[in-house]
């Protein structure tokens, strides 16, 4: 049967208060575990409206409806007010879920930052954004980070050299099929990467050819059974404004008898057998419904 790796991206303040104490409740309900990862700086949300000129992204806006999935002060962190700490508001709800036997694991400090700027960094500007987070994830877990997922799908050379030099057992960082070692250019790192690989629910949302009443068929009829299923879903979505369509999506997934494990289950399954795990170049692409470019990997 198929086996389905289900990582939560955790973006916002909200989202962590909110988001999260909803799928903890909706994993134990199903006994499902999962891997939450984790913004743990300043939630500066509203300062993503430079976004606005990027292809896509005004219709994205559009057809998901973005205001209702975040909540307007939200969208105004940052802008009209400091965003908060989300690691020092929520530490609680971030242990929490450690304690209830879902791995945790970094993915950003400030998550808006990240995700506008990398490709412009230097490498000791992201080594130094990249440490703050593992300093606060240190802080509120007790122990070094084991994986990153980076904001936004936004990964490079540089910020895969970090990920190498922090020790990470793997990273979840750009868009593919199956797990690889990654490369840029004649360069090829050590930390493992576990691609994302099924399309997001709000690369999906308002699209005609994706009605959300049969949205949980549509997961259900593309899972593959020849390689872990990646499904990327975000807390302030699925955790929230669709939390009901994603209970739905489980409750039929469990009929099936479809498996799940964590992204770490998938990764130690892969090194125990490093000598046949492939190197991918990763490289800046696109993804249908989603704006701007991100990390893909080729095989």
């Known amino acids: 049967m198929p086996i389905i790796a289900i990582k939560v991206d955790v973006d916002t303040e909200r989202g962590t208060r909110l988001g999260v104490t909803n799928l903890l409740q909706l994993f134990k309900l199903f006994a499902i575990p999962a891997t939450f990862l984790f913004s743990l700086g300043p939630d500066n949300t509203g300062r993503a409206i430079k976004r606005i000129f990027r292809p896509g992204f ?20 940052g802008v009209l007010w400091p965003g908060p700490q989300i690691g020092q508001r929520c530490a609680i709800i971030m242990q929490q879920a450690a304690k209830a036997g879902h791995e945790v694991g970094i993915h950003g400090y400030d998550h808006v930052l990240w995700q506008d700027n990398l490709q412009s960094w230097s490498p000791a500007q992201v080594k130094q954004e990249f440490q703050k987070a593992c300093d606060e994830f240190r802080r509120i877990f007790s122990r070094a980070p084991l994986t990153a997922g980076a904001a936004g799908w936004q990964a490079n050379a540089y910020s895969l050299s970090a990920y190498d030099a ?5 990273g979840s960082d750009a868009r593919g099929v199956y797990p690889c070692f990654p490369q840029v250019g004649t360069t090829q790192f050590k930390t493992l990467q576990i691609p994302t690989n099924l399309p997001t629910l709000d690369e999906l949302l308002g699209r005609s050819a994706f009605p959300l009443a049969t949205l949980d068929e549509y997961y259900l009829s593309v899972l593959r059974d020849d390689v872990v299923n990646v ?8 955790g929230m ?17 479809i498996q799940f494990q964590t992204l ?8 125990a057998h490093r000598a046949s795990i492939p190197v991918c170049e990763l490289r800046q692409g696109t993804v249908d419904g989603r704006s701007g ?6 095989y």
Request: glycine residues 4%.
């Open 241 to 257: 404004k669709y939390l009901h369509f994603f209970e739905r999506f489980l409750k039929k997934a469990k009929q099936q008898a």
């Open 264 to 271: 770490q289950t998938t990764a130690e399954h892969c090194l």
């Open 58 to 77: 005004l219709a994205k806006v559009s057809r998901t409806h973005i205001v209702g999935v975040y909540g307007l002060r939200t969208l105004l962190n």
């Open 166 to 170: 922090a020790n990470l057992l793997y």
């Open 293 to 298: 470019t991100v990390a893909i990997l080729e």
């Open 231 to 238: 499904l990327t879903i975000h807390a302030e979505i699925e």
